[in-house]
């Protein structure tokens, strides 16, 4: 058994999760328990500094250093406050924050740098690693990349060890502020999987980013309540709203839904620029505030159902629904209502927790590392093979 602090804070911006968790077995034996999860809200300044980031604001070379020490020192907070009740975790796999993310194939035009992928995850592991005194393992994303892979998503092979069910299929639907689907066949073994069984699961397994989940509906949240509200708590202003389907048509016609997986995408895409064209757009259909808001859910709903219809062989028996977007009941209805006869659940009902099944992955993942086990699916990412995820920051004092 070995225990791990999984860190991650994801596109939403919206804080650290962390989650202390046991580790035991390794990949079809994989069993995880976590011992205690909490989400550590960024301070509002740094929030908005990491925002500007993301939708593209210029920063100097000091500043982003002072940034990427700012993020580091609160993971670190988060690792220690996490684990301060509790036996000392052996390890960290700290994601990080995401502040840009190129999908391979997606260089601009007068760029010299190619086709491959480009992704930057600031709160350089090295510094948590001194901070906390534990083993930090960090920078999950850039080895998938210069293997030829888009670096995401990085869960699926996780979804796999820990959800995949002998006699039906699933899909595995992270609501975060993009969305990311794991398709998991009917494993069709028993209890007692062997080690070499991980291969052949892996073969029927796919993923992709499916687009925004609820991060055009945050920025819509903040723009009508005038910076007053951060989301729709439970979906309550878009249940009272109409969607407006002609709209979420056009914008499902756009390039992202069509583009066959491997597929990754973030905020360059679906953030303000996109929000800002949303509006406009919606303008010229007359929308009230809350139409607006079930029309950007459908969009969400449509381009999830959209992508099941159009990249897998068959629709799963069941979808698992996780990330804070599973606590919108609107959102999760209309899912319901549109995936129907498809079960719809969440992945805390089997087990793993919507709110801190990310930053688990990222407790296996960086034991994985350490035990040199490769950590990503080349058919999800488009890498071209399997590769160690994640660079190891020693500590000194890591083993006193
Ligand atoms: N009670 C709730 N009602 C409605 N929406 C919610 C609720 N709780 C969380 N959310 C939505 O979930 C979002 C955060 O989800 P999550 O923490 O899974 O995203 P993330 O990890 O930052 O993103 P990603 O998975 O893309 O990296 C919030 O921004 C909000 O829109
Ligand atoms: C670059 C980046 O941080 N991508 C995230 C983001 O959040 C959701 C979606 O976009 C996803 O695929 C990925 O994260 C998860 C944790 C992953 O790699 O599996």
């Given at each position: 058994m070995t225990r791990v602090i999984g860190l991650i804070?994801?596109?939403?911006?919206?804080?650290?999760d962390a989650a202390l968790v046991d580790v035991v077995g390794s990949q079809t034996d994989l069993k995880v328990q976590l011992v205690a999860g909490k989400t550590f809200p960024y301070p509002a300044n740094l929030r908005s500094q990491i925002l500007s980031v993301c939708s593209g604001s210029a920063l100097s070379m000091?500043?982003?250093?002072e940034l990427d020490d700012a993020i580091a020192q609160e993971f670190a907070t988060a690792a220690l406050t996490i684990q301060a009740e509790y036996?000392?975790?052996?390890?960290?796999?700290?994601h990080g924050q995401t502040v840009y993310h190129r999908p391979a194939g997606k260089a601009q035009k007068d760029s010299a740098s190619g086709l491959m992928g480009y992704s930057l995850q600031l709160?350089?592991?090295?510094?948590?690693?001194?901070?906390?005194?534990?083993?930090?393992v960090s920078n999950f994303r850039v080895a998938d990349i210069a293997a030829g892979g888009q670096g995401a998503p990085l869960v699926s092979i996780v979804d796999a060890c820990l959800l995949a069910e002998p006699n039906i299929s699933l899909c595995i639907q992270n609501l975060g502020g993009i969305g990311n689907v794991t398709y998991l066949p009917a494993t069709g073994k028993g209890e007692n999987k062997d080690e070499s069984e991980i291969f052949n699961l892996g073969d029927g397994i796919s993923g992709w980013d499916t687009g925004p989940a609820n991060s055009l509906l945050d920025l819509a949240v903040q723009h009508f309540s005038g910076g007053t509200k951060t989301c729709d708590e439970g979906g309550a202003w878009a249940a009272s709203g109409t969607p407006c389907q002609a709209l979420v048509e056009d914008w499902l016609a756009q390039e992202f839904f069509r583009q066959a997986p491997p597929k990754s995408t973030g905020r360059?895409?679906?953030?303000?620029?996109?929000?800002?064209?949303?509006?406009?757009?919606?303008?010229?259909?007359n929308l009230s505030p809350a139409d607006v808001l079930a029309t950007l859910t459908e969009l969400t709903v449509a381009s999830i159902?959209?992508?099941?219809?159009?990249?897998?062989?068959?629709?799963?028996?069941?979808?698992?629904?996780?990330?804070?977007?599973?606590?919108?009941l609107y959102l999760k209805r209309r899912l319901q209502s549109q995936l129907h006869p498809v079960q719809v659940l969440t992945t805390s009902e089997a087990g793993l927790s919507v709110d801190f099944k990310e930053a688990i992955a990222f407790a296996v993942l960086a034991a994985w590392r350490v035990r040199g086990i490769p950590g990503n699916l080349p058919q999800v990412t488009g890498a071209r093979t399997s590769v160690l995820l994640g660079e190891i920051n020693s500590c000194w004092h890591s083993w006193a």
């Open positions: 804070s994801g596109t939403s911006v919206d804080g650290i000091a500043e982003l250093a036996d000392r975790a052996e390890l960290i796999g700290s709160g350089r592991g090295a510094l948590i690693a001194q901070l906390t005194g534990i083993t930090t360059e895409l679906f953030g303000v620029d996109y929000f800002d064209r949303c509006l406009v757009e919606a303008e010229g259909y159902v959209h992508s099941y219809q159009t990249f897998l062989s068959a629709m799963p028996d069941r979808v698992l629904l996780c990330g804070g977007g599973s606590h919108n």
